[in-house]
């Protein structure tokens, strides 16, 4: 359990693989704190983007870091959002 939802967020993933996720999934790619629960990783992209999240989808990569897939509402778009925060 994360107290600061500040330090939830790492920072975003952007490789070949994400690109489509953001044009044709309305995802986002985030590395996050590895204790973070999927509703902390929600209420905490909530707060920083002022974006509501459909769904958070998480993984421990093989090194042992924690990914999170999170889906935007349909009335937010995810491509405006990385533009926005400098990812594409």
Same mark, same amino acid.
């Given at each position: 359990?994360?107290?600061?939802?500040?330090?939830?967020?790492?920072?975003?993933?952007?490789?070949?693989?994400?690109?489509?996720?953001?044009?044709?999934?309305?995802?986002? +790619?985030?590395? /996050?704190?590895?204790?973070? @629960?999927?509703?902390?990783? #929600?209420? %905490? !992209?909530?707060? =920083?983007?002022?974006?509501? +999240?459909?769904? /958070?989808?998480?993984?421990? @990569?093989?090194?042992?870091? #924690?990914? %999170? !897939?999170?889906? =935007?509402?349909?009335?937010?778009?995810?491509?405006?959002?990385?533009?926005?925060?400098?990812?594409?």
């Amino acid at each position: 359990m994360v107290k600061d939802l500040s330090k939830v967020l790492l920072y975003p993933v952007i490789t070949e693989d994400t690109v489509p996720l953001i044009e044709n999934e309305n995802k986002l +790619v985030f590395m /996050v704190d590895r204790k973070a @629960t999927k509703n902390e990783i #929600k209420q %905490a !992209f909530r707060m =920083l983007y002022d974006v509501e +999240v459909e769904k /958070v989808n998480v993984l421990i @990569t093989p090194k042992g870091e #924690k990914k %999170a !897939f999170i889906k =935007l509402k349909p009335e937010y778009k995810a491509s405006d959002l990385a533009i926005k925060i400098g990812i594409l």
